[in-house]
């Protein structure tokens, strides 16, 4: 769901999962996959914009799933010409910014997830020549991912790498063979810094890439007692300097405040050990048995539906999993430790403010709620679409009184009002008729069709090629269609159904290449 399509399900219009995990209290999210043909520009703008630093990770396809062609089986565990390709696309489908850079919320890549499980299965129990066969697929993995950097001409701060290995013991690596994760670790090591040992012969310098960029980590549902004696105390003695973190952790039996309090206390007070990623986020319904205990959401009645290329899901509403050992729902726990807030459930599965539509019936649906801050979230809403910036207790006050109802207080009302401009709100002057970022590309696309058909005065066939995902190229083309028509009233000409919305420059400055794309925009440096 790392992807545009799924805004339904991540946007703050339709479920706000990345607004529920911020809230919660954390800084970082992690993610499994990714498909370089879909763009993810949207996503990493939306974790960006909450503070959110984003960890994505490889697909396994090229690893083991690819049939034919993949390294595992078709290449002798070297992925150099498997992963390169799937890497660039990444790179052009939103990891990288129109100017070459990487997206400020991208922070780490994930190679691979548990490679000692897959690269090959029995990497870590099988024959000497497992661990060779997993340092050559991770360091032919690694020379890839720079041959692409390469290729793309990156420039400017760059990303760190990881891949995350289980928590198992490996009892056939040359070290740290009776000790979880850390004899894959120097196995890992051990091939960056000597990869003809591995049969591999890197086109880049990944022994100095690795110095600089990477960062060590592994999964573990243990105790957190457990981790200062069993991996910490070896780990900061071999690999000094080089910042390792918890990528899926979560001890079920566990009472969470106390257990997360105590590794997250490990983590204030070893520089190396960055912190962990709480495993994990939903129940995975998917799956059986014990691998359904870790999800701190349960899925409760259909909130939205979610077209995904060719299909319709839908998008159930969150509902809190219990956690008895803390007398709370397993996410007020986690917030807890991380000093977050607990997860206000009275609007989970409610009329969202941020997603119904700009009309009278998505009024009536917030009004209905008696809530002065949802009813605040859809006028804020309102006045944004306006292009309007405000300041003060006015805005406070307007959804405190529409909030409470009454035949004189209506959507008409509410439009004529914040029409007349009143003194407290403020109209951008730069402000442009943008693709909205809260519905899924496919609305947009049907927009852009529609509009290109009415243009008169700009092509739809020469956009420069900075504006280049399904957003960018709207922004490109509302902006200069609703210049053409002349009109003084967004809320009615520039919607396209939902698909655009009159920002002013603070909101869509914000959004990758927006500003460079709109009419007016200067191409990106």
Not at 205 to 227: E, G, K, M
Not at 272 to 301: C, H, N, P, R
Not at 429 to 450: Q, Y
């Amino acid at each position: 769901w790392f992807c545009d399509e799924a805004v339904p399900m991540w946007g703050r219009a339709g479920r706000g999962d990345l607004h529920v995990i911020r809230n919660m209290g954390a800084n970082f999210v992690r993610l499994y996959g990714n498909n370089g043909l879909n763009d993810h520009t949207n996503f990493l703008d939306e974790a960006g914009s909450l503070g959110l630093g984003v960890a994505a990770g490889m697909s396994d396809y090229p690893y083991y799933q690819k049939v034919p062609g993949s390294c595992r089986e078709s290449t002798d565990f070297n992925c150099f010409t498997q992963v390169k390709p799937a890497y660039l696309l990444n790179l052009q489908r939103g990891f990288l910014t129109p100017s070459g850079q990487y997206h400020e919320a991208l922070r780490y890549m994930n190679i691979l997830n548990e490679p000692d499980l897959k690269m090959p299965p029995d990497a870590t129990t099988g024959s000497e020549q497992g661990p060779i066969e997993m340092g050559r697929s991770l360091i032919s993995a690694f020379d890839a991912i720079l041959d692409a950097e390469r290729e793309a001409g990156v420039n400017g701060p760059l990303i760190n790498f990881t891949a995350t290995f289980s928590y198992a013991i490996c009892g056939v690596c040359d070290k740290f063979s009776s000790q979880p994760a850390l004899g894959q670790i120097a196995t890992l090591d051990d091939a960056m810094r000597n990869p003809a040992k591995y049969g591999y012969a890197p086109k880049n310098d990944i022994t100095t890439a690795y110095t600089q960029r990477w960062v060590h980590s592994f999964n573990t549902q243990n105790p957190a007692t457990d981790l200062q004696h069993q991996f910490l105390d070896d780990y900061v003695t071999t690999f000094p300097g080089m910042p390792v973190y918890i990528g899926e952790y979560h001890r079920v039996p566990a009472n969470q405040t106390s257990d997360l309090a105590i590794i997250l206390d490990l983590a204030e007070r070893h520089p190396l050990f960055l912190g962990i990623s709480f495993f994990q986020y939903q129940v995975a319904y998917w799956k059986e048995g014990t691998e359904m205990d870790f999800g701190m959401f349960g899925l409760g009645d259909e909130l939205t539906t979610m077209p995904y290329f060719s299909k319709e899901y839908s998008v159930y509403c969150l509902e809190p999993v219990d956690h008895a050992p803390s007398g709370m729902s397993m996410p007020d726990a986690v917030a807890q430790a991380f000093g977050g807030a607990p997860v206000d459930t009275t609007f989970l599965c409610a009329a969202n403010p941020m997603g119904v539509p700009l009309s009278g019936e998505g009024f009536a649906k917030i009004a209905a709620q008696h809530s002065s801050s949802q009813m605040k979230l859809f006028i804020e809403r309102m006045a944004t679409h306006m292009g309007a910036t405000w300041d003060g207790s006015a805005m406070d006050d307007l959804a405190e009184t529409y909030s409470a109802g009454g035949s004189d207080h209506t959507f008409e009302k509410l439009a004529s009002y914040l029409g007349s401009k009143p003194s407290w709100l403020q109209v951008d002057p730069d402000a442009k008729c943008v693709a909205n970022r809260n519905v899924e590309p496919a609305v947009v696309g049907s927009a852009i069709g529609w509009t290109c058909s009415k243009a008169k005065t700009f092509s739809c066939t020469d956009l420069p090629s900075y504006c280049n995902n399904t957003y960018r190229k709207a922004d490109y083309i509302f902006s200069r269609y609703y210049e053409e028509v002349g009109s003084s009233n967004p809320l009615q000409d520039c919607s396209f159904s939902g698909a655009a919305m009159f920002a002013p420059l603070d909101v869509y400055k914000t959004w990758t290449g927006s500003a460079n794309c709109v009419a007016g925009g200067a191409a990106p440096p």
